[in-house]
Structures are given as structure tokens and as C-alpha cells.
């Protein structure tokens, strides 16, 4: 016997008969002699619901209030779920963040966890009860809810499985398991049986949504086996997220999206040491997330600098740059919009011949331009025309895994 954290997303919740397929995977855990720790979502589109409520008292509302409102979602779903469970005869109890209590940082709608108070969680299972927690929410040292934004449901999974140490964390959603891309988008698109957290967390990071990024780097550092399920398949096989890769393994992985990216290109600046250190820096200071960064050789007496940001961040990163462009010495500011990040991911990958060729070859096969290239140890990635984008993810999937 041993404990197992189960997390469900909210497309897993979502009415009462995914609720009821929800208890039949719990219930399976519980007749197995196991503990089981439940994470869950708010109920299908509650929280965009939540926002638009909000939306309609102010378009500025204070973080604070903001994560008050928007974490009432997943309380709801505790509730709901533990009444039902009592209802099939099962000794259950809700918890919220602040219950257990889950300690954060001071940093409302982007929460980072610091610290579980387990033993209130480990005195419910003792007494035995099934224990269900709300994702996406703590408290700080004040008392204050913090959320813990994208994906934080997954991370608060995560974290609880590694304060319980925990035999095993269970993510369950509603593909079966992870792809070698989006099933939505490459219907061939294989099921991959087992995967390292390296390259999850690539995946994660480059736009595929099965996993949050935040919630992989956890159980990499703590080494907590991730299984990725399906809710709505009774026998899933899923996909097991761990800390080294099969010897048989495929050298790719998976191939990726990243939509909504914008790029910026600071040009004409001063070739003088400092400058790139300076741009960075005054991003950073306004809390700007900079990915794929290409600068012109430093040869000439001025250099240009192009990197991306999300589309929700440019206005923003542009501001900035406008008002700091005398300091950057920088002669002009461009940008250009609607474009998506596609990337194959794979451990060793810069170190395979050709097969950056191959993923060129299958975009220059199917006239996709390419406006960016970055690369690494475990990925690949091109900037494409957001109109190009599945059609691009299509191609370079036909290239590796059916040619």
C-alpha cells in the first residue's frame, strides 16, 4: 500500500458524468489498498467564465482580487467531487490551499509553491479518507490566496506528491497519454510509450499542452514517475513520464507548436561590449519573457538584435523599447506578428547528421518560409507564418515518422 496523487484537468470534470469517471479511476486505486490524494481543476470553461465576470465590474483589476475570484473555481469541483464519492460510500474530504495550507510566494496570478504542510493531509489518509485538494492555489506568509497560473494544477499535483513522497503522481486528461505531436493536427501521430523528463519538458516548453512545463522541472528535480491518462479510457496506458531514456528510443520525440509569437528586432545598435547585456536587463527588470535570440555577426561598427516574445507581450516589450531606444543607442524598433514556433524535440538531437536538413527539406518540400532557426542540444526550432503552422507540424511529422 502506498500513496498515489491523481490530478484531473478541467476538461476531466467538467459535468457530472465526467465527475462519475473521474471516482471510477479513484475508487480503482482505493480497492487496490492504495491512499490516493486528488488534484483538480475548476469544472470545463469556469475560469474563463470567472474572467469575464470580472471583466464586466473592471478591466484593471488588482492581482489580489483577481486570484480571490478565480480560485473560487476549483473549490467548487472539491466539493462536488467529495460529495460524490461520499455518496458510493467512500470516506472523502476537500481541502482548498489555504486548508492544507500550500505556502507561496508574494506574487499573485503567477504563484511559485515554497512549502506543504503535509501532515494535515497525512492525518486525513490515516483516518481514511480520500483526500481531495484544489489545484491552482496557496496562500502566502500573509494569509493571502496566490494562484499559481498556467498549468498550476499540474504543479500543485506535483508538489504535493513530492511532500507525501508519493509512489507515483498520475496526470490524467483527455488524450491518452503523449504524442509524437497533436492528434488534432497529425491524425498518424504516434503514442509514445515512455518519454524522459528532458524531453517532456522540451515538449512541454514548446507549445505541447498535455503537460505544463513548471510541473515536469518538479518532478525532474524530485524524480517522481509522471503517468500521462486519459480519463475517459477505462484501461489507458498512457504515458510514462521518468528520469532516463529507453535505449530504443527514438532519437525525435515529438514535433511541436508554439502559436501567438511575435518577433522584435532592435537594430542598429552601437557594436560596443554591454549593449546585448543592457537589452536583456531592461527586459528582465519588466518582467518580459524573451525564447529564440539571434544576433547579426559583431563585425561591423553596429549589430541587430531579433528575438520573440509572446503576442500578449508586445505591446508591452515595445513600449519599453521605445522609451529606452536612446539608451540602447538603437536606430529603429521593428516587429512583425502572427507567427508560430515549431520545433522537434529529442535528447542528442544536435548531434544526429541531417537531421536538421531533413526538417528544412520537409518545410522547403511543402513552400514554408522560414523566419527564425534556434537550436540546442534536445531541440530544433523554426519561426513559420502562423497560416503555415499545422501545415508545417504535418510535413516534418510525415518526414520522420512515416518516411
Not at 537594430?267 to 529564440?292: C, E, H, M, W
Amino acid at each position: 500500500m502506498g500513496i498515489i496523487v491523481q490530478k484531473f484537468g478541467g476538461s476531466s470534470v467538467a459535468d457530472v458524468n465526467k465527475l462519475e469517471m473521474v471516482a471510477e479511476h479513484i475508487i480503482d486505486e482505493v480497492t487496490k489498498n492504495n491512499e490516493v490524494v486528488v488534484v483538480v481543476s475548476a469544472q470545463g470553461k469556469t475560469t474563463d467564465r470567472l474572467i469575464f465576470e470580472e471583466e464586466e465590474v473592471t478591466k484593471n483589476p488588482s492581482k489580489r482580487e483577481h486570484d480571490v475570484l478565480v480560485s473560487v473555481g476549483e473549490q467548487i469541483t472539491i466539493a462536488k467531487l467529495t460529495m460524490l464519492l461520499q455518496k458510493k460510500g467512500y470516506n472523502a474530504i476537500s481541502l482548498t490551499g489555504w486548508q492544507i495550507p500550500i505556502i507561496t510566494n508574494n506574487e499573485h496570478t503567477n504563484g511559485r509553491i515554497r512549502y506543504i504542510h503535509k501532515d494535515t493531509i497525512l492525518e486525513l489518509l490515516d483516518a481514511g479518507n480520500i483526500v481531495v485538494v484544489a489545484g491552482f492555489q496557496g496562500i502566502n506568509e500573509a494569509g493571502e490566496i496566490v494562484t499559481l497560473g498556467r498549468g498550476g494544477s499540474d504543479t500543485t499535483a506535483v508538489s504535493i506528491a513530492v511532500a507525501l513522497g508519493a509512489e507515483k503522481c498520475d496526470i490524467y486528461t483527455d488524450v491518452d497519454g503523449v504524442f509524437t505531436a497533436d492528434p488534432r493536427i497529425v491524425e498518424n501521430s504516434k503514442q509514445i510509450k515512455s518519454i524522459c523528463y528532458e524531453e517532456m519538458l522540451e515538449l512541454a516548453s514548446q507549445g505541447a499542452k498535455v503537460l505544463h512545463n513548471r510541473c515536469v522541472e518538479v518532478a525532474e528535480k524530485y524524480n517522481v514517475p509522471l503517468y500521462v491518462k486519459s480519463t475517459f479510457e477505462k484501461n489507458s496506458i498512457g504515458t510514462l513520464v521518468k528520469s532516463q531514456k529507453n535505449l530504443e528510443d527514438l532519437f525525435i520525440n515529438g514535433v511541436t507548436k508554439d502559436d501567438y509569437i511575435s518577433r522584435i528586432t532592435v537594430a542598429g545598435i552601437d557594436n560596443q561590449i554591454g549593449r546585448t547585456y543592457r537589452l536583456f536587463k531592461i527586459l528582465s527588470d519588466n518582467k518580459i519573457n524573451v525564447d529564440v535570440i539571434v544576433q547579426s555577426f559583431g563585425e561591423h561598427v553596429t549589430k541587430d538584435i531579433a528575438f520573440t516574445v509572446k503576442m500578449s507581450d508586445l505591446n508591452k516589450t515595445l513600449n519599453i523599447l521605445e522609451e529606452n531606444k536612446e539608451l540602447l543607442h538603437a536606430k529603429e524598433i521593428l516587429h512583425s506578428e502572427n507567427l508560430s514556433k515549431v520545433s522537434i524535440i529529442g535528447v542528442g538531437i544536435a548531434n544526429k547528421p541531417g537531421v536538421a536538413a531533413d526538417m528544412f527539406e520537409a518545410l522547403y518540400e511543402n513552400n514554408i518560409n522560414i523566419h527564425m532557426v534556434s537550436t540546442s542540444e534536445i531541440k530544433i526550432s523554426v519561426l513559420v507564418n502562423s497560416n503555415d503552422a499545422n501545415k508545417a507540424v504535418k510535413a516534418i511529422h510525415d518526414k520522420f515518422f512515416n518516411d
